[in-house]
Nanobody
Framework: QVQLVESGGGLVQPGGSLKLSCAASGFTLADYAIGWFRQAPGKGREKVSCSSSDGSLDYADSVKGRFTISRDNAKNTVYLQMNSLKPEDTGIYYC?????????????WGQGTQVTVSS
């Protein structure tokens, strides 16, 4: 059974950092792309970053230079290091499994972890 479990969210002040984790099980992580998405209150879900199975990475313009995605296939985990956080980064962060970063659909989703950036 495929499972994706996010953790690491919380409340942080503007300018602070958080590191999110996406623990995967039930499939071979190395064979799939994993994307991080977020949904702010009252807005649609947007893709923040993605790590493909061939090692390529992509980022939304709004997070370039501040967020870093990485994966450890041996630990079946994908990470999202978030630095210089801004209030507009607030939202529920989800990880999702895809065949390719550039192409929906997302096959499976985690339950999400809340990130709140506020003073």
């Amino acid at each position: 059974q495929v499972q994706l479990v996010e953790s690491g969210g919380g409340l942080v002040q503007p300018g602070g950092s958080l590191k999110l984790s996406c623990a995967a099980s039930g499939f071979t992580l190395a064979d799939y792309a994993i994307g991080w998405f977020r949904q702010a209150p009252g807005k649609g879900r947007e893709k923040v970053s993605c790590s493909s199975s061939d090692g390529s990475l992509d980022y939304a313009d709004s997070v370039k230079g501040r967020f870093t995605i990485s994966r450890d296939n041996a630990k079946n985990t994908v990470y999202l290091q978030m630095n210089s956080l801004k209030p507009e980064d607030t939202g529920i962060y989800y990880c999702a499994k895809r065949y390719f970063c550039a192409s929906p659909p997302s096959l499976d989703w985690g339950q999400g972890t809340q990130v709140t950036v506020s003073s």
